[in-house]
Nanobody, 120 residues
């Protein structure tokens, strides 16, 4: 199982970016997909998560600015980020709690991270 994230980059304050993360491989079911972010030297923090029933949860710092969504048919999660500011600069990691094909166990998987830099 692999998670492949894309969509990061450099954006000016007030701008927008859309991140995508696709899970591939032998997957029986994905329970939760989400995004976390990490600044160098600090812990990895939750940004947003979404269940397979499309129930979303957001960090207070991004509520009203970020929108998480998912396409269950494509095993893909998206993060639309609007009104970006310098405090959003971080490496963004996607995460999925899933059950691989042929397994009875649920486990958490991580993507490789994508850099988001908000700067003028």
């Amino acid at each position: 199982v692999q998670l492949q994230a894309s969509g990061g980059g450099l954006v000016q304050p007030g701008g927008s970016l859309r991140l995508s993360c696709a899970a591939s491989g032998s997957i029986f079911s994905i329970l939760i997909m989400g995004w976390y972010r990490q600044v160098a030297g600090k812990q990895r923090d939750l940004v947003a998560t979404i269940t397979n029933g499309f129930s979303a949860n957001y960090a207070e710092s991004v509520k009203g600015r970020f929108t998480i969504s998912r396409d269950n048919a494509k095993n893909t999660v998206y993060l639309q980020m609007d009104s970006l500011n310098s405090e959003d600069t971080a490496v963004y990691y996607c995460n999925a709690v899933l059950r691989p094909g042929g397994s009875r166990l649920w486990d958490a998987y991580w993507g490789q991270g994508t850099q988001v830099t908000v700067s003028s």
